[in-house]
Each structure stands twice: as C-alpha cells, then as structure tokens.
C-alpha cells in the first residue's frame, strides 16, 4: 500500500492495521510511506518517546536471529504526528502537549491481552469454572482501565490543544 500526498484516510489506516495485524518491521514502514519517513526518523522517534518500542521475534530457522516488530497502529500515530507536524506543531509541543503515552496505553493492552490469554488458557486446561469466573471478571476490570485511562489522555490532549489554540 503506498501512501497518498495528503496522508491516508481511516479506512487506509484500518486497511494497514488489519494486514499487518501480528506486527509490522521498520522496512515495511519505511516502505508504507514511500519516502515520508525514513528509518532514522522512525528511530528517533520511538527514541524520544512518540512511538513505542519494538517486540523482539525470533525467526525461524537456525541461527536466524530475531527482528523487531511494531504494533501495526504505529502507522496511525505516524500519520498524526506528521499531520500536526503540517499543522505547524514542534517535536517538542507533540511530545508534551499530545501525550502520545497512548504508545504506553497500546503496551499495556499488548501485555494485558497476553496475560489473558495465558490465564484463559489455564484456566480452560483445568476446567476450573470458579478460575474461569475470575480470570472473565478480571479481564472486565483491566478493560474498564483501559478505557478510562485513554479517556483521560484524550481529556489532558484536548486540553493541551484549547491551550495552544488560546496562544
């Protein structure tokens, strides 16, 4: 999929995210937005903060080493940044004032699904209904803490945005 001049549209993004659902390597990136970002951008970024970091996967095969891969939301956070980019916004301001701790907020749900995961494993393994009960109620209280945790960063961005706005 090659990236239009004007950015790529929710069901582009949709469309990318889905392809590549178990991760996405910096090449494939790189390649996505046909020369809108390079690989040292890519970096930096993921170094200050604005993106998260990789999961490192072995492949197959002997003596095959392992690569990185991102979550495939990472193209949607690309597309914003260099949107507010466009719109005239500083590394610095959408480090501070976007709170792209969402990249946290997506970690947390990465690791929280594979906890999950694990735990409705066993708990299916052992046929043990009480286990099941508790791993689902669980589950509802990480998700209810998800969502209020990505409600508040949308509460704090706006805010930052209406304060920018006022300037």
């Avoid at 701790?101 to 409705?120: M, N």
């Avoid at 960063?153 to 706006?158: E, G, N």
């Amino acid at each position: 999929m090659v990236e239009p001049a004007e950015g790529w549209s929710e069901g582009q993004l949709v469309a990318f995210e889905r392809d590549h659902a178990a991760g996405v390597t910096v090449q494939q990136l790189v390649e996505a937005f046909a020369g809108r970002l390079t690989e040292a951008t890519f970096r930096k970024y993921v170094q200050i903060g604005l993106l998260p970091r990789s999961v490192r996967v072995g492949r197959k095969g002997k003596h095959r080493g392992s690569q990185g891969l991102y979550p495939a939301t990472v193209a949607r956070r690309i597309e914003t940044i260099r949107r507010l980019m466009g719109q005239g916004h500083t590394i610095e301001e959408i480090q501070r004032d976007s709170l792209l701790g969402r990249g946290d907020l997506e970690d947390l749900e990465r690791t929280t699904r594979k906890v999950f995961a694990a735990l409705e494993a066993a708990a299916r393994d052992r046929a043990d209904d009480l286990l099941r009960r508790k791993v689902t109620e669980a589950r509802a209280v990480a998700d209810d803490l998800a969502a209020r945790l990505l409600e508040i960063d949308q509460r704090l961005s706006a805010r930052a945005r209406m304060a920018r706005a006022a300037v």
